[in-house]
């Protein structure tokens, strides 16, 4: 059905992709990556305030340039033989953005920068897939404002 799509012949998709598999995880971290890339600051430093301000803006932002690709995107990612399928390799590529958070966190005397961390990543997930979902009905620039309000410490 892909190769149908594209026009192309099964033969030269697999010159590409090894699998199907495989080509669902250059799909699936395609997408991640593109997810991450608002996360342009220095992640060997610590984060400025507005660095963590820009990244809240430009990941909410993402979705809403593009939202019926956003609403597929997280359907597929969320079966649980693609996310098993892609975990080790989506995990590998957060680490470095964790470790940033977590030093930002420490930084600004978080108790438990580790836990905070992914309290922020979790928010923001959860905030992202319920604007994805219900866009029409989601005050997301309310919601915006209040995370970096909560994280303006």
Do not use: C
């Not at 026009?7 to 010159?15: E, Q």
């Not at 400025?48 to 990244?55: D, G, Q, R, V």
């Not at 995990?91 to 958070?101: G, W």
């Amino acid at each position: 059905m892909i190769t149908k799509k594209a026009k192309i012949s099964k033969g030269l998709m697999y010159n590409y992709f090894d699998s199907k598999e495989d080509l669902l995880k250059q799909i699936i971290s395609k997408g991640f990556k593109e997810i991450l890339n608002p996360a342009n600051f220095n992640i060997h430093k610590v984060l400025l305030k507005n660095e963590l301000n820009n990244f809240i803006h430009e990941i909410l932002s993402l979705f809403n340039d593009n939202l019926n690709y956003w609403k597929l995107y997280f359907s597929v990612l969320l079966q649980p033989t693609v996310f098993k399928l892609i975990k080790k390799q989506l995990f590998e590529m957060v680490m470095p953005y964790f470790e940033a958070l977590g030093k930002h966190f420490h930084s600004q005397g978080y108790e438990n920068p580790k836990a905070e961390t992914r309290m922020f990543t979790a928010t923001l997930d959860g905030i992202s897939l319920n604007y994805i979902m219900d866009s029409e009905n989601f005050p997301i620039d309310a919601i915006e404002k209040r995370l970096i309000d909560f994280y303006k410490k």
